[in-house]
């Protein structure tokens, strides 16, 4: 009889008894071995053979913030993706990025919209945005076992700050380094192996209380200055219509850009640097 087993197809009492706000501390005890950090890995390092994720740029803004994030995923010497999404909505009203192992990135993005939304029905009310910052965090914490061993991811956090007094300071940034510290940014950041030139591009051109059509403008920039000194980051690639994943947070929560929406900004950055290429 397998493990566990419950002839009666009731359902256990550790599933409807939560008896926890974190999903991740739920599952933990449920099944530890589901979690990104606790899988066992063969000595040595990994990271050569699983697809990379790179870029990624958020940006605060006068009425929230604004995130992109480049195309491409690579794997050594090779480009494994063309098309990967690595820019996904949080919750209603925060955005997060990842760049490093691909497969475990978009798995620690995915629980973190299980926990978020977990807290939500249990408590009954949402996470602050320090509360989520926290607990994405202790996620990343958790993987270091893992990033020791090559497999390293590293998220970009963002969001529009229900509870903030000061309406300048409505949109907050969140950095991460591989041990789960955190780190509020001021303005914008960058994550990914094309970060410093993406952060270069927007030191340039980034101005307090900037408006987010502006912020749209310059966040595609800094990722295309970014593909143009960093061979693992992608560029617009206007042949295959394969363009930046763009979100903003505001108070009217969690948006995309359209297909149409972003080919428009894409390509008036590419006609803008067919004149000038420096930007």
Request: aromatic fraction near 6%; charge should be negative.
């Amino acid at each position: 009889m397998a493990k566990d087993f419950d002839p009666s197809g009731r359902v256990p009492d550790y599933f409807v008894n939560a008896g926890t706000s974190s999903f991740t501390q739920f599952l933990s005890h449920v099944s530890p071995e589901l979690l990104p950090g606790r899988r066992p890995l063969p000595p040595g390092l990994s990271g050569d053979v699983a697809p990379h994720g790179t870029t990624i740029v958020a940006i605060a803004t006068a009425d929230g913030v604004v995130m992109g994030g480049d195309r491409r995923a690579t794997m050594g010497n090779l480009i494994a993706s063309r098309d990967i999404e690595k820019v996904h909505p949080a919750d209603s009203y925060s955005l997060i990025g990842i760049a490093g192992t691909a497969g475990i990135g978009i798995e620690l993005m995915r629980l973190f919209q299980v926990e978020l939304e977990h807290y939500e029905k249990i408590e009954g009310t949402m996470l602050s945005t320090d509360g989520k910052a926290n607990r994405l965090a202790g996620m990343v914490r958790q993987n270091l076992g893992a990033a020791m061993q090559g497999l390293a991811v590293v998220p970009l956090f963002a969001g529009y700050d229900l509870s903030a007094s000061d309406p300048a300071k409505m949109g907050r940034i969140f950095s991460f380094d591989v041990a789960g510290g955190l780190y509020e940014e001021t303005g914008y950041d960058s994550i990914g192996s094309g970060s410093l030139f993406a952060k270069s591009s927007m030191k340039k051109k980034y101005r307090p209380g900037i408006s987010t059509e502006d912020a749209i403008r310059l966040a595609v920039e800094a990722l295309y200055d970014a593909a143009d000194d960093d061979t693992a980051t992608g560029g617009p690639d206007l042949t295959r219509k394969i363009f930046p994943v763009v979100m903003t947070a505001t108070a009217n929560g969690t948006h995309r850009l359209t297909e149409a929406e972003i080919t428009a900004v894409a390509e008036l950055v590419v006609a803008g640097r067919m004149e000038n290429p420096g930007g």
